[in-house]
């Protein structure tokens, strides 16, 4: 397992844009695709983006229809780090975050071994 640390979350208007990070502890983030999911109140956490590890034809991405063409999962190895940018936000956006690992390419969140603590994104319209 790997311990993962998110930041960036924020109050930003609806149109406005955030970039979350998650940071990972430890030399094999590399080998783990890694997951963006968020939860709002009242509601089930749900999945919004995850990115694969490398392969000969690079990174393969996934999206929630809800976010696609908005938002872009990408991940820097040499940093251990996995990033969300969002753009165009909504107030439907509005949700604790979370960036989560699994071992293998997955939209399901039981197969993610690996959990941040999650960070606060809200967007006032």
């Known amino acids: 397992q790997v311990q993962l640390v998110e930041s960036g979350g924020g109050l930003v208007q609806a149109g406005g844009s955030l970039r979350l990070s998650c940071a990972a502890s430890?030399?094999?983030?590399?080998?783990?695709?890694m997951g963006w999911f968020r939860q709002a109140p009242g509601k089930d956490r749900e999945f919004v983006a995850t990115?694969?590890?490398?392969?000969?034809?690079?990174?393969?991405?996934y999206y929630a229809d809800s976010v696609k063409g908005r938002f872009t999962i990408s991940r820097d190895d040499a940093k251990n780090t996995v990033y969300l940018q969002m753009n165009s936000l909504k107030p439907e956006d509005t949700a604790v975050y979370y960036c989560?690992?699994?071992?293998?390419?997955?939209?399901?969140?039981?197969?993610?071994?690996?959990w941040g603590q999650g960070t606060q994104v809200t967007v006032s319209s």
């Open positions: 990115i694969s590890t490398i392969s000969w034809s690079g990174y393969s991405t």
């Open positions: 989560a690992a699994a071992g293998r390419s997955t939209a399901s969140p039981d197969e993610y071994d690996s």
């Open positions: 430890g030399r094999t983030f590399r080998m783990y695709t």
